[in-house]
């Protein structure tokens, strides 16, 4: 069983999935650097020169192949539940923990990462607290029907929410 974390982009998931995966001695695998890995290319740099679409598809393919994996912490691109056959084959090959965050949070946590700014182009035309508003607000029944437990991440620090991971899970003591 994969453990799978959703969630909206700077929610998370990838330094979560990167702390679960030393508590449990699981592989890591994050989505978006396998899609960066195999197109050669930055996600910013691939959505300028391709479109959405062909991200989307990479992202697809990603997740499938992650279904042929066993015990894995995964971390997926903020994204990926749009896409109905990512969310079954997640759900089929694991445990989806959606990463919860609000709004200012995330604004927060985006300023003060310059990564976000280079690699992760902007989901919509209308600007930063505008757009993840929108954003989180479009996606929310999407991540709630797609997952199987909730972890509510703004107060939370790295190690808490692993310990409710692991709870949601029945990881035990790793």
Known sequence: MNIYLIGYRCCGKTSVGKALSRL?????LDTDEAVVQKAGMTISE???RNGWDAFRDMEKSIITQTTLLDHHIIATGGGVILNPDNVRNMKKAG????LRVSPETVRERMAADLQTLIQRPGLTPTG???EIETVLFE????YEKASDAILDTDILGIDAICRKIMEHTHQGNA
């Open 24 to 28: 449990l001695d699981r592989p890591f």
């Open 139 to 142: 996606r929310q029944p999407l």
């Open 128 to 130: 930063s607290m505008n």
């Open 95 to 98: 445990r989806v923990i959606w």
């Open 46 to 48: 691939m959505v300028a």
